[in-house]
């Protein structure tokens, strides 16, 4: 091949084509679009290793960086202890709260008292709340590797040791007494026997089922559970330990809430797709109700005493009605917008009751589906951010608050 020097033309071309592939290739790196600072360069290295590092862009207060940090720290992040302060104060100065939506409050007929309480870890981050026969409540401290009980009586708290990494997210009791739960971050379900403190550990049989994410007893004591990520659907009989897994009809349907009927038919939402499915406890075949607006995300689902599904539309902002014996779906706007982030959500005493996890302050949601008219209520201290919520022997909603460290109970009064 002959060598020749660039003309002036080619060698212009060469040099843009070079600054815009370098310029690319800066912008693949991880970080490299966040602002400078002294511990940008920490920031980087430490907080990319567990999860996507562009999730940093979300933004906390000022409080809820410190307490993000503990969280990192609870779970053994690899952040040297002498840059905690600085990592912090460059999150805290690089990436404010971002606009949220005002809690919008509506009166209505119904009292509610809500209490509180602190859990015994700071930044342990309680995602799942249970509300146990014998009356006290427990959550998955997820960060901190620990299932908590709370005696609402007494506010005294309880707290139970998985293995590390575990990453504790969903929980249920069984007919004994036994806590069951999920290992996020250790593709596990375990079961705590509270009276001697045993967790025992059943391993997912298939890889790719990385993240057991929530789980409900059907009535014969079955355990049906979901993976998120994993994109599948699992049933564990708790008398052999096996577990088998099935994978939706949906690519990237990402199974999120689970619930089991009055007439035992376990039911799911797709968090990655706009539907809502069935699962025959029999076959495993499952069946998918798709919703009308492509952009549906129902996160969390809960089921009235007729059989109808009501759902959360976390991406839209809607309360969502589906009845499966039709197909037939009604959506109403909610309170705060569509930005408002409905999520966690049961059905009780007659009505609909959830949270609006972005509204701010996070507020507790009840709509009557006989008058189709919301009530709505802030939750104390802001709320941040109630994932779930479980219903106690007396039909009271129960609350896990992870960012504010709590769990809670909504005691529902009565008509005024």
Known sequence: MTNRA?????????????????????????????????????????????H?????????????????????????????ADRVAAITDYLVKSFP?????????????????IRQWPVAIPGERPHDPLAARDGSIWYTGQLANVLGRLDPKTGQVREYRVKPQTGPHGLKEDRDGNIWFTGNFSSVIGKLDPASGKVTEYPMPDPAAKDPHSLVFDHDG???????????????????????????????????GIEV????????????????????????????????????????????PDGVIWYSDFAR??????????????????PSGPNAQPYGIVFTKGA???????????????????TEKFQTWSVPGGGDIVRNMDVT????????????????????????
């Not at 009308?292 to 809960?302: E, F, N, T, V, Y």
């Not at 499966?324 to 909610?334: F, H, I, L, N, R």
């Not at 007396?394 to 008509?415: I, Q, Y």
């Open 6 to 50: 660039l003309t002036p033309t080619i060698a212009t071309l060469f040099a843009a084509t070079m600054a815009l592939t370098g310029a690319a290739m800066a912008q693949q790196q991880p970080g490299a679009d966040f602002p400078e600072g002294a511990a940008k360069g920490d920031v980087v290295a430490s907080c990319g290793g567990c």
């Open 261 to 304: 009927d009055a007439r035992n038919v376990v039911y799911f939402v797709e968090f990655g797709a706009p539907k809502i499915a069935t699962i025959d406890r029999a076959t495993l075949a499952i069946r998918e109700f798709p919703l009308p607006d492509a952009a549906a995300r129902p996160r969390r689902l809960a089921i009235g």
């Open 352 to 370: 609909v009751w959830y949270s609006e996890s972005a509204a701010k302050p996070n507020t507790i949601v009840r709509f009557d589906p006989a």
């Open 222 to 256: 079955v355990l049906w559970f979901t993976v998120q990520q994993g994109n599948k659907v699992g049933r564990l009989d708790p008398k052999s330990g096996e577990i088998k897994l099935v994978t939706p009809p949906t690519a990237g349907a990402r199974p999120y």
């Open 52 to 80: 996507d590092i562009n999730r940093l862009k979300a933004g906390y207060t000022p409080q809820g960086w410190h307490t993000v940090m503990r969280m990192m720290q609870n779970f053994e992040a690899p952040i040297p």
């Open 393 to 416: 022997s007396d039909g009271n909603p129960v609350t896990a608050n992870s960012l504010v460290n709590e769990v809670g109970l909504v005691e529902v009064k009565g008509s005024r």
């Open 317 to 334: 902002g809607f309360l969502g009605r589906l009845d499966p014996a039709t197909g037939q779906v009604k959506e109403w706007q909610s």
């Open 97 to 113: 709260e971002k606009p949220r939506p005002a809690a919008v409050l509506i009166e209505g007929p119904v009292d509610v008292s």
